[in-house]
Every structure is written in C-alpha cells, then in structure tokens.
C-alpha cells in the first residue's frame, strides 16, 4: 500500500463502531457530522474499499470493516502502548523511584545498586523507606512506594499484589558477643530472654514467634516490638535483648565484630524475599531499572538467587 490510513481517521472510525453511527460520534467528539464523514471517506479511499454501510438507525461493517477493526484495534493499543513507554524513559529522566526494603537489602546490596542506578539516571530522585513487609504493603498498594522487599510467605500476599521472587536466606538467633546466653543449644533456654521482635503480626515473622514460643508469649518474658534494623542491632548490643535476623548480618563488617548466632539446635525456616508491587500500578521505567540493578548486585553474594532460577 502506497499510502497509509492516518491515524486520526482511524481514531474516527474505530469511535464510530463503538458510538453505532457518525452522527453520535460527532456530538462525543465536539465535531460536526460532515467533518467525521470526510474523514470516513479519505480512509475508505486510501484502503481502496468501502468500510461502513451507512443507514438512518446508523453503521454496518462491511465485511471488509470486520476483517478490518481487529488488526486496526491492536495497532492502535500498540502505537499507545509505544508512546507510553517513550513517555516514560523522557520522563525517567528526571522522575522519582519509591522503594520499602527490609534490613538485609539495606546492610548488603542496595547501596552499590543505587549508586549504579544512578550512574545511569543522575536525575532520578530515589526515596528508601525501611521496614517489615506487612507495614509496608499499604504503601505499595497506595502507590506511595514503587516496590517493597521483604521476606513474604505467599499465602499471605493478596491477588492485588505482583510477587517476583529474589533471594533466600538462612535466619539465626543473634546475641552479642558474650552474651551470657551466647553457647545455648535449645531455643528453650532462650524463652526467658529479653527479647526484641519485629512488630509484625503477620507474615514470616509472625512464624518465627510461633516457633519460639510455640505456647504464646508468657507473663514473665520481656519482649519489645519495633520495625527497624536499627533499633534491634542497638537493642542487642547495648541493651543485651536478643533477636531474630538473616545470617548475612554477620558479614556486615561493622557488625560481625559485637555480633554472634546462638547455636540452636532448631532449624529456622529460611526467608524467601521477593519483589512486591502493585498489579493495578505498573512499574515506571525507572523502578525496573532498579530493580534490575538489585538483582545484578545480589550476584555478587554467596547467597544469591539461592532456590530459585534466574
């Protein structure tokens, strides 16, 4: 074909099939009816057959305007869909990132992954926000933040939420170093602590509670809740609590030197951290370049991908 259909006639055409006839179309797109006409007879005589049989309760397709409207409907989704994502690099540019991790992301690889992201985007400005997965949800499902990390047991994550998982990681019992609890073998020992916890209720840590008190929290146990790495390293290491954390904690080089893992006999459940958005907001450009950067950085670690393909 020599010459193309212009893409506003085929706007007109395909707001006539879903109008049922021009006059209709006409009044929802503020035009008059001859205008719409001219249009539907430029296209007709640039594709070389009649598309529409006009009539005084509206339009027929021809049966060249039905083989016509699929492939007419998906070129159009499609040159959308390209313009979308054509807007969205300009728009990369100088957007934003929102991002919720946990502690082990944090402690490991998402400094050098952002310094790299930014290497690529200078103008993006990223915001971090810290915590246990089930507080941040509301935020993803909000579109306050882009993607969560967390460590998620699936049954708990709603349909509403896309999961891609990340990494595994092992779960000890930390203490610091002469801890006087430090060479217990039996989490029975340690029930009597001075404990803190994350503050959720839900989810994987909520399991891990289970395991440790598998009777429920009693009378004389001393446990304090919160939602930050921060505050449970400064609850151990000077306050003597004891807490639940990833393995990988320990190799963190300002760390491992005032930190241990209580050999327990007991097996914690791994934790299977995932990538958690929202199926309602898709992820801009930006946050799947970061979250591209993320799992090149995860390579890096002896851990990486562990359990899943890549």
Not at 27 to 38: D, E, V
């Amino acid at each position: 074909m020599k010459i193309l259909p212009k893409i506003n006639h085929l706007q007109i055409f395909k707001l006539i099939i879903q109008h049922g006839s021009i006059r209709a179309a006409a009044a929802a797109l503020n035009q008059t009816q001859p205008a719409l006409s001219r249009a539907m007879n430029e296209l007709e005589k640039a594709l070389g057959v009649p598309l529409l049989v006009r009539g005084t309760r509206g339009v027929v397709l021809t049966e060249a305007g039905k083989l016509f409207v699929p492939r007419m409907q998906f070129a159009l989704k499609e040159l959308e869909r390209a313009v979308n994502e054509v807007r969205h690099i300009s728009y990369a540019a100088h957007g934003r990132v929102a991002i919720g991790s946990s502690s082990l992301p944090s402690f490991t690889m998402l400094p050098a992954a952002i310094q790299k992201f930014q290497r690529r985007f200078s103008q993006v400005n990223v915001l971090l926000s810290e915590g246990y997965l089930p507080e941040m949800l509301d935020e993803v499902r909000s579109g306050t933040l882009d993607f969560a990390i967390g460590a998620a047991l699936m049954e708990n994550i709603g349909r509403e939420f896309i999961t891609e998982p990340f990494f595994t990681m092992p779960f000890r019992v930390l203490a610091r170093r002469g801890h006087p609890l430090a060479q217990s073998t039996s989490l029975k020992k340690l029930r009597k602590a001075r404990w803190y916890l994350p503050s959720s209720t839900t989810g994987y840590y909520h399991q891990l509670s289970n395991i440790i008190f598998p009777d429920g929290q009693q009378d004389d146990v001393s446990i304090v809740r919160g939602n930050t790495a921060i505050m449970a390293v400064q609850m151990v290491l000077s306050a003597g609590y004891l807490t639940i954390a990833p393995q990988e904690l320990l190799q963190v080089p300002y760390l491992k030197e005032h930190l241990c893992y209580i050999p327990v006999e007991e097996t914690l459940p791994d934790a299977a951290y995932s990538f958690i958005y929202s199926q309602q907001l898709p992820l801009t450009t930006v946050a799947r370049n970061l979250m591209y950067e993320l799992r090149k950085e995860c390579e890096n670690y002896p851990w990486s991908m562990s359990g899943f393909d890549h």
